[in-house]
């Protein structure tokens, strides 16, 4: 359990987190105007008659988005609620046209139950994370408030995009259940598999720096071992993972600091300063708003049967935690390279394509993507898997990485030789592996009678190293190895320099 060392002991952090993703549809919730939100869109050019709040416009839902939703919460191994409601939120603010928003009430059922996740927790053990909720709205306008020195502006364009959020669960009637996130790093484990999710199910782009998923993070704390969960606050509009951990941290401390001199918990709402990584308060429990939700008498309850469930169901990917399972059971990969390689969905089907029907590529090919690959993400496109030359630059596919690996297992090239094809791939060679490797003569050198030549000239040549390698300094072994290499221009197979070695010295 993650600690917090005060001065009369030590604390634990109770986290809850409400995320907001974007779903991604053609078109809004409620309206048909385009849902491509883009920042780079001319203001207020995608806002139709319903968005504006025009008098006489209905709202009319979108049953793609609420698909989308119910294959979000078959990912989550949630509830699908049969049978559930849209409300009206009731606050004015500049952004809302309406003067409220259209969500899915809390003491109403959700499209989305009780379900959960599961994260690797700090003891290094899977963790299941319980999840509330999962329920649609419309997202509210952009102000901008930098175009002028007195008057602030109001896009659109945003409004009406369609929402998921995503409530973990607290059970408070069972308090000793830790079914919860726990700890700043857990807080980062259970986003990050959240967007893994919404991702490798085409449910939205999860893109903290978009804006597409973003975070309110509640924190409380209470001493360790205690079972009573004490008051909270809430840090609103999170979208960094960094600033999450970094704020989770430092209001953990502040509550702490309160309560150990003495002091009470408000329940207010906080803001999150970018530039020195506190959090100060936003507004007072007495200050917050009574939304008034009531029914939206222009939208019928929505009805979902088991037959929609399981046509979704049947569409649905393999998740992420299955492809990392079945690297680790088939391909023998350890957790770290099975996590990476898991990343994305298009990163894993990249990894797919290139093992092909050959899973003695799996290995190595997870090497040459981890070590080499990553580090040069301008030479591969994971996304669309183009080739060839494009903007100037050579792509990596996944047949070139098969081609390379082939070529090493058939001793056709040795591994300083894959990496010289490599680096030429790089830096805009064109042509497969195996037509570099011709046109610059990087075929390896396995004719054994030729290599025995040469280390017999290379022992011949080095007559005292023999003799101190025979007396006992046997570290000396790869000396005779680097010479042999260089008179072969490293193209001598390693492993039959090494055999032919160790029988000439005994």
Same mark, same amino acid.
């Given at each position: 359990?993650?600690?917090?060392?005060?001065?009369?002991?030590?604390?634990?952090?109770?986290?809850?987190?409400?995320?907001?993703?974007?779903?991604?549809?053609?078109?809004?919730?409620?309206?048909?105007?385009?849902?491509?939100?883009?920042?780079?869109?001319?203001?207020?050019?995608?806002?139709?008659?319903?968005?504006?709040?025009?008098?006489?416009?209905?709202?009319?839902?979108?049953?793609?988005?609420?698909?989308?939703?119910?294959?979000?919460?078959?990912?989550?191994?949630?509830?699908?609620?049969?049978?559930?409601?849209?409300?009206?939120?009731?606050?004015?603010?500049?952004?809302?046209?309406?003067?409220?928003?259209?969500?899915?009430?809390?003491?109403?059922?959700?499209?989305?139950?009780?379900?959960?996740?599961?994260?690797?927790?700090?003891?290094?053990?899977?963790?299941?994370?319980?999840?509330?909720?999962?329920?649609?709205?419309?997202?509210?306008?952009?102000?901008?408030?930098?175009?002028?020195?007195?008057?602030?502006?109001?896009?659109?364009?945003?409004?009406?995009?369609?929402?998921?959020?995503?409530?973990?669960?607290?059970?408070?009637?069972?308090?000793?259940?830790?079914?919860?996130?726990?700890?700043?790093?857990?807080?980062?484990?259970?986003?990050?598999?959240?967007?893994?999710?919404?991702?490798?199910?085409?449910?939205?782009?999860?893109?903290?720096?978009?804006?597409?998923?973003?975070?309110?993070?509640?924190?409380?704390?209470?001493?360790?071992?205690?079972?009573?969960?004490?008051?909270?606050?809430?840090?609103?509009?999170?979208?960094?993972?960094?600033?999450?951990?970094?704020?989770?941290?430092?209001?953990?401390?502040?509550?702490?600091?309160?309560?150990?001199?003495?002091?009470?918990?408000?329940?207010?709402?906080?803001?999150?300063?970018?530039?020195?990584?506190?959090?100060?308060?936003?507004?007072?429990?007495?200050?917050?708003?009574?939304?008034?939700?009531?029914?939206?008498?222009?939208?019928?309850?929505?009805?979902?049967?088991?037959?929609?469930?399981?046509?979704?169901?049947?569409?649905?990917? $393999? @998740?992420? #935690?299955?492809?990392?399972?079945?690297? =680790? !059971?088939?391909?023998?990969?350890?957790?770290? %390279?099975?996590? &990476?390689?898991?990343?994305?969905?298009?990163?894993?089907?990249?990894?797919?394509?290139?093992?092909?029907?050959?899973?003695?590529?799996?290995?190595?090919?997870?090497?040459?993507?981890?070590? $080499? @690959?990553? #580090?040069?993400?301008?030479?591969?496109? =994971? !996304?669309?898997?183009?080739?060839?030359?494009? %903007?100037?630059? &050579?792509?990596?596919?996944?047949?070139?990485?098969?081609?390379?690996?082939?070529?090493?297992?058939?001793?056709?090239?040795?591994?300083?030789?894959?990496?010289?094809?490599?680096?030429?791939?790089?830096?805009?060679?064109?042509?497969?592996?195996?037509? =570099?490797?011709?046109?610059?003569?990087?075929?390896?050198?396995?004719?054994?009678?030729?290599?025995?030549?040469?280390?017999?000239?290379?022992?011949?040549?080095?007559?005292?190293?023999?003799?101190?390698?025979?007396?006992?300094?046997?570290?000396?072994?790869?000396?005779?190895?680097?010479?042999?290499?260089?008179?072969?221009?490293?193209?001598?197979?390693?492993?039959?320099?090494?055999?032919?070695?160790?029988?000439?010295?005994?």
């Amino acid at each position: 359990m993650f600690t917090i060392k005060g001065k009369s002991g030590d604390w634990e952090i109770v986290i809850g987190l409400e995320t907001h993703i974007e779903v991604l549809s053609n078109s809004k919730i409620f309206s048909g105007a385009s849902a491509n939100y883009n920042p780079t869109i001319a203001p207020n050019t995608q806002v139709s008659f319903v968005d504006a709040a025009m008098p006489g416009m209905l709202p009319v839902l979108n049953d793609y988005c609420v698909d989308q939703a119910i294959k979000f919460g078959l990912g989550i191994n949630a509830e699908i609620s049969h049978l559930s409601c849209f409300a009206r939120k009731q606050y004015f603010y500049p952004d809302l046209p309406q003067g409220y928003q259209i969500s899915q009430p809390a003491d109403q059922p959700p499209v989305v139950g009780r379900g959960w996740v599961e994260i690797i927790g700090d003891d290094g053990n899977p963790k299941k994370i319980l999840i509330e909720r999962a329920h649609l709205e419309q997202d509210a306008g952009k102000l901008k408030h930098d175009m002028h020195p007195t008057k602030s502006f109001a896009d659109y364009n945003r409004t009406g995009v369609t929402l998921l959020e995503i409530v973990t669960f607290l059970d408070v009637k069972n308090p000793e259940n830790n079914s919860y996130i726990s700890s700043p790093d857990e807080a980062e484990r259970y986003l990050r598999q959240i967007r893994e999710i919404a991702r490798a199910l085409g449910v939205s782009k999860a893109n903290m720096e978009e804006g597409s998923m973003r975070a309110d993070v509640n924190v409380s704390v209470r001493r360790a071992g205690s079972n009573t969960f004490n008051e909270r606050c809430e840090i609103k509009n999170m979208v960094s993972f960094k600033f999450i951990k970094t704020a989770i941290e430092y209001e953990a401390r502040r509550q702490i600091e309160i309560l150990e001199s003495g002091g009470t918990i408000e329940r207010n709402t906080m803001r999150y300063n970018q530039g020195d990584g506190t959090t100060s308060v936003l507004r007072s429990k007495e200050d917050a708003l009574d939304y008034r939700y009531f029914p939206d008498p222009d939208l019928l309850p929505l009805e979902i049967t088991d037959e929609r469930i399981e046509r979704i169901r049947r569409t649905m990917p $393999e @998740l992420p #935690a299955a492809t990392r399972a079945r690297y =680790i !059971e088939k391909y023998g990969l350890s957790e770290y %390279d099975a996590a &990476r390689l898991t990343e994305t969905t298009d990163i894993s089907k990249w990894f797919d394509t290139a093992i092909g029907d050959k899973p003695t590529r799996a290995k190595p090919i997870a090497n040459w993507m981890i070590s $080499e @690959l990553f #580090a040069h993400p301008e030479n591969y496109d =994971i !996304e669309n898997q183009k080739s060839g030359i494009v %903007d100037g630059m &050579r792509i990596i596919t996944p047949s070139d990485l098969s081609e390379l690996v082939d070529m090493i297992s058939a001793n056709e090239i040795n591994g300083k030789q894959a990496k010289e094809i490599f680096i030429k791939m790089l830096d805009g060679e064109n042509g497969s592996p195996k037509e =570099i490797a011709d046109k610059f003569g990087m075929k390896q050198m396995t004719d054994t009678g030729a290599i025995e030549k040469i280390i017999d000239d290379v022992l011949s040549q080095n007559t005292p190293q023999v003799e101190q390698y025979k007396s006992g300094k046997v570290g000396l072994f790869g000396f005779f190895v680097g010479n042999v290499m260089r008179a072969t221009d490293g193209k001598a197979n390693p492993g039959v320099v090494n055999e032919i070695l160790k029988k000439k010295l005994g």
